[in-house]
């Protein structure tokens, strides 16, 4: 989770009107980020730890693992969420390999509806490379449950 202050969202300023633009999530991938998601999820394959493998595979090296791309989504939810509701669904579908480099995870607010128990969200997702490829999109649903208006 992103633990920086300045871009959590605060109770006074968290906002779920169609349009509002969470804030990116923004991380450095490469070999040693991979490797580290690689021994939580026991994902040791190949072409996620080792240049050659990658380019055996037809790529310019190894490349990250698109579960990642999914949970920088999901972190990018988290932060943007905080207290105020919970995350119901994410789906995503993969456009592009993550290779190294600075990656964002960045979403949009595209419907809100009123329910018994609170605010059911829609929000579209992305994760882009340095270049603004789309690596990943997809859309998330959640449940705030209080303080949004």
Known sequence: MNTDSSTAQ???????DVGAVLPGFVRDTGLAVW????????????????NEAG????M????GMGNLQ????HCLLRDWLG????IQSVSAR????NLAGRVTAAGVVTEVRGEADGQVVTVELTVT???QDVLSAGTATVLVTGGAH
Do not use: Q, W
């Open 60 to 63: 310019p090296g190894a490349f």
């Open 70 to 73: 999914i949970s920088y989504m």
């Open 35 to 50: 490797g580290r998601y690689a021994a939580v999820n026991d994902e040791f394959v190949p072409i996620h730890m080792d």
């Open 129 to 131: 490379d340095e270049l």
């Open 94 to 97: 993969f456009r592009k390999p």
């Open 10 to 16: 605060s109770m006074s300023t968290f906002t779920c």
């Open 83 to 86: 207290p105020m509701g919970r």
């Open 55 to 58: 380019r055996a595979a037809g």
